[in-house]
T-cell receptor, first 116, second 111 residues
Framework: ETGVTQSPTHLIKTRGQQVTLRCSSQSGHNTVSWYQQALGQGPQFIFQYYREEENGRGNFPPRFSGLQFPNYSSELNVNALELDDSALYLC???????????????FGPGTRLTVL | TQLLEQSPQFLSIQEGENLTVYCNSSSVFSSLQWYRQEPGEGPVLLVTVVTGGEVKKLKRLTFQFGDARKDSSLHITAAQPGDTGLYLCALYLGGGNKLTFGTGTQLKVEL
């Protein structure tokens, strides 16, 4: 069983640039959630993708967008980067379906984004 | 204001000591989870507590859900350096698998 993987591990960008982060979900999972984690803080929910559709969004502006692909992998895109976007970005995969809900998400190691 | 407040924010102790961290809220929840996050890794689920007053044990870790289901605690006995990490409480809100995390307790256990 392959766990959740994320790429890249680290990334440095400058203000105003755009960034794409990638996540491969765990085998058998169809749902990917993205979280932003500031240093020493708890992760904050950005949004979730289920069957290639956005399935809920946290309090993040529209410049944070995402995609989910038919193989359930996912991308997080951030436009017009700001200094405060510097954080660890985590993705988590899980399994959902009609009448099926599991209460465990499996997290990847994250992508550390630094905005200068 | 944070939905889930954790205390203390930081804790630095010596190997062999006992410790307790807390997760508090003004709201009642149907269940609560505890995660541990080690440096360079994502959070890993330790336990889910569901019933008010419930106590669960995981080796040297003891988790308790308050009777009113508004608070929870994690007690570690004889802490070891491998217990070092960020301890997070969390719960599901709004349907689906959307987790809301607490503010976190950063634990460092030194030799």
């Amino acid at each position: 069983e392959t766990g959740v993987t994320q790429s890249p591990t680290h990334l440095i960008k400058t203000r105003g640039q755009q960034v794409t982060l990638r996540c491969s979900s765990q085998s058998g999972h169809n749902t990917v959630s993205w979280y932003q984690q500031a240093l020493g803080q708890g992760p904050q929910f950005i949004f979730q993708y289920y069957r290639e559709e956005e399935n809920g969004r946290g309090n993040f502006p529209p410049r944070f967008s995402g995609l989910q692909f038919p193989n359930y992998s996912s991308e997080l895109n951030v436009n017009a980067l700001e200094l405060d976007d510097s954080a660890l970005y985590l993705c988590a995969s899980s399994l959902m379906g009609p009448g099926l809900w599991t209460n465990e998400q499996f997290f990847g190691p994250g992508t550390r984004l630094t905005v200068l | 204001t944070q939905l889930l407040e954790q205390s203390p924010q930081f804790l630095s102790i010596q190997e062999g000591e006992n410790l307790t961290v807390y997760c508090n809220s003004s709201s009642v929840f149907s269940s609560l989870q505890w995660y541990r996050q080690e440096p360079g890794e994502g959070p890993v689920l330790l336990v889910t507590v569901v019933t008010g007053g419930e106590v669960k044990k995981l080796k040297r870790l003891t988790f308790q859900f308050g009777d009113a289901r508004k608070d929870s605690s994690l007690h570690i006995t004889a802490a070891q350096p491998g217990d070092t990490g960020l301890y997070l409480c969390a719960l599901y809100l709004g349907g689906g698998n959307k987790l809301t995390f607490g503010t976190g307790t950063q634990l460092k256990v030194e030799l």
